[in-house]
Structure formats: structure tokens, C-alpha cells
């Protein structure tokens, strides 16, 4: 595809280089990918985006400096307004990001097309419904009265339990296990080795032996949901465990029983919500963040990454540290933890200045009085 | 089943409610299932506790606060002691935490009964030895020599090593692995993708190049042990890592090589357990907590969430923060922190107010002598 | 194996005990496995080494106490010098290290040799490329065009993706899924339950939503590579997500999108690294330590256990604690703040002095304005 089919295809205004730098740079280069504006060669396009990611800093032109996108070989790049100075052509289009995404889409690795049906040694039970276009690939085991929805892919090795169901357009890869009595939406991706609906941690000691409380409860993920590899979602003991539309997961993510999670959450790898939290929407939980058990974050709320949240957190809450305080305390008190040293010699000085004043004035007094 | 039945199965004492509240509210109202206080329906019976799991704040009919029951729509509920004043039936019980297990127990999801025997699909190696009433799941992998106890079943996709054994009335959900040499008791739980006899985390450098130490011991998992989903435990270089009778672990743990854990434990959420360490019984660990290699820690300790345990813990410790400290310390280093700008503007004050009193007292001291 | 019988097979010089203990503690004794002085018994060689692990503080001589070897019961004891005084044989080796490990190779678990060969329950798809000595178990899923090298074994219920390359002498244990397009070099070693090639957690917000950044790129593990457990490996968006040469991972690691890790790491249990960071080579992170995304870590920098790494780190730096700070800081900031209490009520202190002061102070010049 050339520089200037490309820039069609993302409806973009193309801008020409202004310089001629040979094979590749002008509007009829071809651009077999797209690649970040430091290792881009001349075939792929790249782009100037404010970051993407969660806490992504990313490769905004001003963060990366203007150096880097003059030394920059690519072929083309993707910008939302004009820049001033650049050999290369530019595709200045009204969204980055979206212009990105499409660009990734249209350059993404050729796939083998995912074969439609019931693979031979998939195990299917009784009173299964399977709509139609859905791939069940090998191994996979899908237990009675489960319902998998149109066009949905249910990877080799993947257990779903007895009378859950999957929507539409869903995609679980390999060997994801989905227990009983657990109801997927559309459009849902759960990565390889994740575990939905296992049994939760909540046990009452009897006689001094801990007894697991039976979990009659069971897990909802709405649709859009994306669930990343390895994690795990428990099964709420009454009601259900619920994950809130267009909510994100990353990797080896642990949500404990009961926890209701609003929509459009970010949850970043490694992050634990202990039973029974209830998570706002459009929450962003950074890395290996834990939230202890029953509490509520607020709509919009951001805690930062390692923290740790023992108590509920407001509205657009901006929470760091452990125990977790807001954002400009836990800055504050960060940054007067490293200075601790000083303050300790502070103070040692400051004792020794009151002892020498002490005891001059304790000498004037006695001088004074023996004047007097 | 009505309220009536309900309380003669958990032989609870039926007590009356003191008001006509219409369909399902009296003693003949039928239950269908448990649901908590604040959204137990007339055709459902709640419970008043004293909470349930680790650091359940739970349900407690004074933590929730009176109104909240009073406030209830349940067609039941199931107390300790009579409460005045309530317009549901009460089922009056000895061990309201026994009670609700039974309770759950009766109104749990009707699930298909498992099947006994092999699945076609299923590989069972020679040697094997397996007991009546046993499940081997499809796909299952059943290696040489491994053993299968009365009752037990064995998920789909469970792979079970060498000479491993199995005791009775076991379940391993889908997907988990055992690796060769590792010895389950009996009644032992294994949720799904759990990784079981692991070769640990043990390396020499040898001519710069790390050289993994063969880890020739194995994995020892005592009686009634449970452990959730995603868990790693790892076997052990020389004699083996054991899991001790009753103890409870959570979903993303990992239990490092060599390391030996007591009875009736109860271990949340991502912790992570380094080699060798000793914990002894009735512990309790906190959601991602750390243990750093070679530790003790006595019986009956408990770790907050998220601490980083860097030194022995003595019997019945209780710490908090990384490196963990006592908690009643480690309350108060927080709450200092916390103050720590005050401090520090106390410290800057009082600089100021000692510089007013040096150049004060040098000025007296000059005018007296002037004065002289 | 007899004592000399060892002796000889490690190339070892071989010293007599000072005394006669009986069965099993002469140079005849024979000797069944190896075992750690605490515990190895007379048919156990043990050792003395400098320790092993990440972070072991092993079994030294000197750590252990030269109390505890004297005491040991082992049938003899692999030491790099000669130590006076003991009554059982001692091998005496260059490299200790190396000793234990060829020792520890002697006495392993002898396990059924791998069957070469493709299972019948397994499933190879188009154009792939299977060498010989290959194992491919049961339940695998091969798909198309992928390549195994020789003698490799894929774990029953693994899946190798589309395109993907898996090197010579690799082995890859129970249910690991490797996704499409990965490249996997010689002699690596992916333990139960990892995924390897998931798409990474990058989002671009349009809209109000919350849309997937297309991952186009892949992942590359050299050679001699070791990944535990249940860890994540997630594809990069452009290029490769990379783990160098030699490099070791333990369990549930979680790997990001575009993260380049060099050569010869010791990467600990339950790490975080998150998106587009570069680790040098010989670096070590202590365990549940997380890095925060587009951070640099320098050559042989050491990370400890449960930090928070949210700044670059130069060559050979050691750190410790959230944010993470150079150690000899870290550890003089941690003993001031367990000092909090002590200093907090020594300003208290200082503050009334300087109010004595003050007000006698005051009253002086009073009485001195008064005399005059």
C-alpha cells in the first residue's frame, strides 16, 4: 500500500514531505507497517500520539522532543496537525489514536481464518445451544445446558461449566476454564489460562477447623469486557461477582468473590480486589495495586501503582502509597520521608544550640545574681 | 421449603416475627435461597454473623447497624440470639456460621451428579493405580504409576506426574498440573490452572552462566488443604515443600521450593512464600503479602495485607508494612508519617524561635557588657 | 554409589573422616542421594556452599555455624577446602556449586524417557515443521506453519500458535499456550500453565471508550531462557517483546507489552515489569517487585524484593522500597522512620525548653528593664 492509499484509507489530508530523501519517503513509498518514530524504517508509517496505555508517558512529540521525529526514518507519519520542517509526508487526521488503531488494523499479521464448528475431539453435554458461526476448537469441553452465542470462538482446551453462557462475538483462547452458572455478554475477551467463576476464599471457623462457605452465587462479565491471561474471577457466595461493560483486566489480575466492578474500568497486571469491593465506573487501578476486602472507590478514581487501599476512596480519587493517601499527601510525604535524615541532624543541632543557650543563660542568671 | 422445615433441618429454635408483613413473611413462607441483609428477598433467608473469611468485616448485625435488618425484606433469618423487635421469623441457632453453611448447602445450584469412570478422551498411563468412584475427566493425562483415591476427580485437561499420588475424595479442577513425585492427602481441592511440583527458583552461577540446581525432592499437600486458582507450588530441591492438613490458599499464590507450611493456615490472595521458609500453624497472610526467603514464622501469626516479612515472626505476631513491624509500631510510623509535614513546620518554627532567642540573648549579653 | 564411587565421578580429592561412626560413614558408605546438613542422613552426601537462589542466604559454613556440620549425620560432605575436625569423608571440589549440581543430576528421580513422537490426541495443523527427537503430547494443538526443533517436548495440552517457532531442545510443560507469530530459541525451558504472546494492556480512550491498540508485533525468547509457572509474556504492539539469552523467571511474572529484558536476569516470583521498559543484562529483581512502565534498568542492578521501581536505574544500582531508593538511603530512611516516635517526642521536648527559654528569658529582661 502506497503513502497515499494509506492516507484514503484513514481519510487523512496529506501533507507532501519537504524534502526528497529517495526510496520509500515520498507519497508513493510503500508502507508495509507501522513502527514507533525511533526504530520506523522506510516501509512503515509511524505516528505522534499524547501516549497510550494506562500510565503510558507514551511518545508524544513534545515528550520525545521534536529531535526524534527529524531523525526518524519512516516513511509517513500519522499527526493531528501539521508539523513544520519534516522531510517525510504527513496523515494529519482529526484522532491519532482511532487513525492508529485503524493503520494497526490494516497492517496486523495475516491469520488463518478461524475454521467454523465443532472440532472432533471437543467434548460437547446435553441441552448445549450453539448459535451459529462459533468455532469449538480441540479439546475444548463444553458441559450441559451451556449456551455459546453467534460467532464466538471457544479456544482448544477451554472447560465451560454447566449453564453458562457466552454472547455473541466472544473470544476465549486456550484452556481458559469457566465454571458453572456463569453468564458472559457480547463482544468478551478472556485470554489464555484465565480461570472465571473458581470458588471464592471465604471460610468460617467452626470448632477450629475452617469450613469453606458453600458459593451459590455466580459471575457476570457484561459485554466489551477484556479480560488478559492468568487471571482469576471468583463466584460471589449470594447475588454474583460483577464485571461492568467496557471494563479492562490485564494479566494475573485476582477478583475476589462479590466484588462489583463498574464500566469502563482500567485494571492494570497483578492488581487484587479483595471480596466484596464495590469499584465505580471509569476506575483505573495501577499495577500490583491491592483493595481490601468491602471497599468502595468512587467513580473516576485513579490509584496509583503498589498501593494499597484500606479505605474507601471518593470520586476521582487520585490515591497513592500504603496505606493508600491522596495523591499530593502521599508526594508530600514521600518526598519528606527521603529528607528524614536531615531532619533528624536538624533537630540534633537544634538541641545542641538550645543546651548552649541554656546554659548561657543559665550562667548570666548566676552572673547576675552574683552582681546583684 | 418453608420457614418452618428450614429451621427443623438446621435445628434451629423458630421464634416468631412480631408483624403481618404479607407473602412469605410467616412461618409457612417459602425459602428458595440465602441472600445477605440488604437484598435477601421474602423468598430468601439472610443471616446475622460475625463476618467470614480473613479480614471479613462481614455482616455483623451491629456492624451493619440495627435498621439494616430492621430494614430487611428476607423471609428469614437465621441468630445467635433473639432480636427484639423484628418482623421476620427468626431461626434461633447455636453457631449461626454452621448454620449458614448447612443453609447454603441445602438451597447450592442443582449441578449434574459427576460422572464416575474415564473419559474416552482421557491418556492413563501404566501402572496406574485408581480407586472406585473415581472421575477422570476428558483430555485428562493420567501418568505411569500415579495413583487415584476412592471418590476423587480429576478435571478436564489435569495432568498428573509420575508416581504422583492422589487420596480420596479429592477434586483438581480443569487444567491443573501436578508434576511426577508429589503426594495429595485426602479431601483436597485444587482449583482450576494451578500449577503443583513446579521445579523451584534455584540457581548457581557458575563461569557467569546460571545453572539451575536439579530439585530432586517433591511436594507434599497434607489433608483437607484447599487451594484456589492460578496457585504455583513448587517442589522442593531435597525432601520436599509441604502444605500442612486444613490450610487454605487463595487464588495467584506462590509457595517457593522447600518451603513448609503448617496446619490450618489460611493464605490470601497473591501472596508469594520465598524458599525454605517455615510458617507455622494457624497463620494467617494477608492478600499479596511477601515472605522473604529462609523465614520463620510462628504459630498463630498474622501478616497484613501487603507487608514484606524480612525477619523471623514470633508465635502469634501481628505485622504490618514492608519491612514488616509490629502492628501497634507500625500504626503509629504511619500515622507519624502522616504528620510529618506538621513536624517538619514545627522544626522550621522552632529554629526561628531559637535564632530570636540567640541574637536576643548575644544582644543582652552585649548591652550588659556595654552596660559593665 | 560409594562414597569414593561419588568421589570419582565428581572428580573430587577425597579425605578421610577423623573418626569411625559405623554404617555408612566411611569411604564405602554408600550414598543415595544428597540432603542438607540439617537433615541428610548417613546414605546423603551433603554440602557447604556460599548459598544459592536469588536471595539465599543458603547453607554457608560460616551461616550455618560450623556447630551444625559437625553435628550433621550426612554420610559424607562436598566443601571447596579441607575442614579440620569432622569425622566424615569430604570431598573437596574447585567449585562447589558445580559438585552439587552434577550430585544432585546423579541422584535424581529416574522418570519414564519421553516417548518421541506425535500422540494420536494431538493436533498438528498445516505446513509445520516437526525435527526429529521431537515429543509433541497429548492433547497439543500444533497450528499451521509453526516448527518445532529437534528434540523439543510440547507438554500435553499445550498450543503453539500460528507461525510460531519453538528452537532445539526446548521444553515446554503442561498446558502452556504460546500464541501466533512468537519466536522461541534453543534449549528453553516454559514450566505448567504459562502464556506466552498475549496481547498487551494498551488502550487508546475514543470516545468515551476504552478501544484495543491492535498488538502487530511478537515475542522472541532466547536461548537458555527458564520461565516458571503461570507467567505472562504479552506480545508488543510494534517489533518484539524480548527476554535475553540466560535469563531466568520464576512463577507468575508478569511480562508487558514491548519490555526488552537482556541477558543472563534472575527475574523473581510474582515481578511486575510493565510496558516498553529495557532491563540490562545481569540485572535482579527480588520478588513481587514491580517497574513501572518505560523505565531503563542498568546492567547488573538489583532490585529488592516487593519494590517499586518509578525512575530509571543506573548501572550496578541497588534498590530498595516504593518509590524505590538507593539501598544505604532506603535502609537509613527506614531505621529514622521506625525512629519516628523517638524523634516526634523529642521536638516535643525541645519545644517546651525553648518555651522555658522564652519565658525566662522574658522575665529577665523585665527584671532588668525594671532594675534599670
Same mark, same amino acid.
Given at each position: 500500500?502506497?503513502?497515499?492509499?494509506?492516507?484514503?484509507?484513514?481519510?487523512?489530508? #496529506?501533507?507532501?514531505?519537504?524534502?526528497?530523501?529517495?526510496?520509500?519517503?515520498?507519497?508513493? &513509498?510503500?508502507?508495509?507497517?507501522?513502527?514507533?518514530?525511533?526504530?520506523?524504517?522506510?516501509?512503515?508509517?509511524?505516528?505522534?500520539?499524547?501516549?497510550?496505555?494506562?500510565?503510558?508517558?507514551?511518545?508524544?512529540?513534545?515528550?520525545?522532543?521534536?529531535?526524534?521525529?527529524? $531523525? @526518524?526514518?519512516?516513511?509517513?507519519?500519522?499527526?493531528?496537525? $501539521?508539523?513544520?520542517? #519534516?522531510?517525510?509526508?504527513?496523515?494529519?487526521?482529526?484522532?491519532?489514536?482511532?487513525? #492508529?488503531?485503524?493503520?494497526?488494523?490494516?497492517?496486523?499479521?495475516?491469520?488463518?481464518?478461524?475454521?467454523?464448528?465443532?472440532?472432533?475431539?471437543?467434548?460437547?453435554?446435553?441441552?448445549?445451544?450453539?448459535?451459529?458461526?462459533? @468455532?469449538?476448537?480441540?479439546?475444548?469441553?463444553?458441559?450441559?445446558?451451556?449456551?455459546?452465542?453467534?460467532? @464466538?470462538?471457544?479456544?482448544?482446551?477451554?472447560?465451560?461449566?454447566?449453564?453458562?453462557?457466552?454472547?455473541?462475538?466472544?473470544?476465549?483462547?486456550?484452556?481458559?476454564?469457566?465454571?458453572?452458572?456463569?453468564?458472559?455478554?457480547?463482544?468478551?475477551?478472556?485470554?489464555?489460562?484465565?480461570?472465571?467463576?473458581?470458588?471464592?476464599?471465604?471460610?468460617?471457623?467452626?470448632?477450629?477447623?475452617?469450613? %469453606?462457605?458453600?458459593?451459590?452465587?455466580?459471575?457476570?462479565?457484561?459485554?466489551?469486557?477484556?479480560?488478559?491471561?492468568?487471571?482469576?474471577?471468583? $463466584?460471589? *457466595?449470594?447475588?454474583?461477582?460483577?464485571?461492568?461493560?467496557?471494563?479492562?483486566?490485564?494479566? #494475573?489480575?485476582?477478583?475476589?468473590?462479590?466484588?462489583?466492578?463498574?464500566?469502563?474500568?482500567?485494571?492494570?497486571?497483578?492488581?487484587?480486589?479483595?471480596?466484596?469491593?464495590?469499584?465505580?465506573?471509569?476506575?483505573?487501578?495501577?499495577?500490583?495495586?491491592?483493595?481490601?476486602?468491602?471497599? *468502595?472507590?468512587?467513580?473516576?478514581?485513579?490509584? &496509583?501503582?503498589?498501593?494499597?487501599?484500606?479505605?474507601?476512596?471518593?470520586?476521582?480519587?487520585?490515591?497513592? &502509597?500504603?496505606?493508600?493517601?491522596?495523591?499530593?499527601?502521599?508526594?508530600?510525604?514521600?518526598?519528606?520521608?527521603?529528607?528524614?535524615?536531615? %531532619?533528624?541532624?536538624?533537630?540534633?543541632?537544634?538541641?545542641?544550640?538550645?543546651? *548552649?543557650?541554656?546554659?548561657?543563660?543559665?550562667?548570666?542568671?548566676?552572673?547576675?545574681? *552574683?552582681?546583684?
Amino acid at each position: 500500500m502506497t503513502v497515499e492509499q494509506l492516507a484514503k484509507r484513514l481519510g487523512a489530508e #496529506l501533507a507532501c514531505g519537504s524534502g526528497v530523501r529517495g526510496l520509500g519517503s515520498g507519497v508513493r &513509498g510503500q508502507i508495509k507497517a507501522v513502527g514507533p518514530v525511533e526504530t520506523a524504517g522506510g516501509d512503515e508509517v509511524t505516528f505522534v500520539t499524547r501516549g497510550s496505555g494506562v500510565r503510558g508517558r507514551g511518545s508524544g512529540v513534545w515528550g520525545l522532543g521534536r529531535a526524534a521525529l527529524l $531523525r @526518524s526514518r519512516a516513511g509517513a507519519v500519522i499527526v493531528g496537525e $501539521r508539523i513544520e520542517g #519534516l522531510a517525510m509526508p504527513q496523515l494529519i487526521v482529526r484522532n491519532v489514536d482511532a487513525a #492508529l488503531i485503524e493503520a494497526l488494523g490494516i497492517f496486523a499479521p495475516r491469520l488463518k481464518r478461524q475454521e467454523e464448528g465443532i472440532d472432533p475431539s471437543a467434548k460437547v453435554g446435553q441441552d448445549v445451544k450453539i448459535a451459529q458461526g462459533v @468455532s469449538i476448537e480441540a479439546g475444548a469441553v463444553i458441559s450441559d445446558k451451556a449456551e455459546i452465542g453467534q460467532g @464466538s470462538v471457544i479456544g482448544s482446551g477451554c472447560k465451560i461449566g454447566e449453564n453458562s453462557s457466552i454472547g455473541a462475538n466472544c473470544r476465549l483462547d486456550g484452556n481458559v476454564v469457566v465454571y458453572h452458572n456463569c453468564r458472559i455478554g457480547n463482544n468478551v475477551i478472556i485470554q489464555a489460562n484465565s480461570t472465571i467463576g473458581s470458588t471464592g476464599f471465604g471460610y468460617c471457623c467452626i470448632e477450629g477447623e475452617h469450613k %469453606l462457605i458453600p458459593h451459590n452465587g455466580g459471575v457476570v462479565i457484561e459485554d466489551f469486557v477484556e479480560i488478559g491471561a492468568n487471571c482469576c474471577v471468583d $463466584r460471589a *457466595k449470594f447475588g454474583n461477582t460483577v464485571i461492568g461493560a467496557g471494563t479492562k483486566i490485564d494479566n #494475573l489480575v485476582q477478583i475476589a468473590h462479590n466484588v462489583i466492578i463498574g464500566r469502563c474500568c482500567l485494571i492494570a497486571g497483578q492488581v487484587g480486589i479483595a471480596g466484596s469491593c464495590k469499584i465505580g465506573d471509569g476506575v483505573v487501578l495501577g499495577g500490583q495495586a491491592g483493595v481490601t476486602d468491602n471497599i *468502595k472507590i468512587g467513580d473516576g478514581a485513579m490509584i &496509583g501503582g503498589q498501593s494499597g487501599v484500606f479505605q474507601d476512596v471518593p470520586p476521582k480519587g487520585r490515591l497513592f &502509597g500504603t496505606p493508600a493517601t491522596g495523591i499530593a499527601e502521599a508526594s508530600k510525604i514521600i518526598s519528606l520521608t527521603k529528607r528524614l535524615p536531615k %531532619l533528624a541532624e536538624t533537630v540534633k543541632q537544634l538541641r545542641k544550640r538550645i543546651e *548552649k543557650l541554656e546554659s548561657a543563660f543559665a550562667k548570666a542568671s548566676a552572673d547576675r545574681q *552574683k552582681t546583684e
